[in-house]
């Protein structure tokens, strides 16, 4: 079973400061992507990362996937009231989408005004 | 374009009682997927489907049962409700294919209460 452990789980900051929450794995992906989830709603795709090294950015938010695919970042810059959620990470592996994703438990990100 | 439907949106159970969440996409995806989603928890997989008339079980199977007998229909079942099954419950699908970077939509989820 691939595993996803994500930290931190929970973060409470202030409007305007930066944060980065991480998404580790034993195991290598061949991609991995970050969804946000708000309250009563299903999760919602903000990007995918396949090749090893790779950055990419989203407005204020850069993901990064680890050298190796194993692991990877989300650094949210000027964090906004806007950014308050669960981020869940999920990596696919090998064999497609045929097991599913793997999810990480998810960071709740709170952003105090 | 509705994407991906659940019903009911919310449902009390008493135990050993059964019933059927209800999901359809209008995507043509061809993978459909059952996640449970537990307080402070991640999404853990229930079943899955990579097409019509093929199912396989995830990570958490049991006390569950779905049938794919269309593109477009996964309907999870419960049989005999028990506490330990309330929960959040989640569908989605993708379109997943070679050399294609699979995305899961999701519908919005039925939260689920077994006393």
């Known amino acids: 079973t691939q595993l996803l452990e994500q930290s931190p789980q929970f973060l409470s900051i202030q409007e305007g400061e930066n944060l980065t929450v991480y998404c580790n794995s034993s195991s290598v992906f061949s991609s991995l992507q970050w969804y946000r989830q708000e309250p009563g709603e299903g999760p919602v795709l903000l990007v995918t990362v396949v090749t090893g090294g790779e950055v990419k950015k989203l407005k204020r938010l850069t993901f990064q996937f680890g050298d190796a695919r194993k692991d990877s970042s989300l650094h949210i810059t000027a964090a906004q009231p806007g950014d308050t959620g669960l981020y869940l990470c999920a990596g696919e592996g090998s064999g497609g989408g045929a097991d599913g994703l793997t999810f990480g438990k998810g960071t709740h990100l709170i952003i105090q005004p | 374009n509705a994407g991906v439907t659940q019903t009911p949106k919310f449902r009390i159970l008493k135990i050993g009682q059964s019933m059927t969440l209800q999901c359809t996409q209008d995507m043509n995806h061809n993978y459909m997927y059952w996640y449970r989603q537990d307080p402070g928890m991640g999404l853990k997989l229930i079943y899955y489907?990579?097409?019509?008339?093929?199912?396989d079980k995830g990570e958490v199977p049991n006390g569950y049962n779905v049938s794919r007998s269309t593109t477009e229909d996964f309907p999870l079942r419960l049989e005999l409700a028990a506490p330990s099954q309330t929960s959040v419950y989640f569908c989605a699908s993708s379109y997943t294919g070679s050399g294609i970077l699979t995305e899961a939509f999701f519908g919005q989820g039925t939260r689920l209460t077994v006393v």
């Open positions: 489907s990579v097409g019509a008339g093929i199912t």
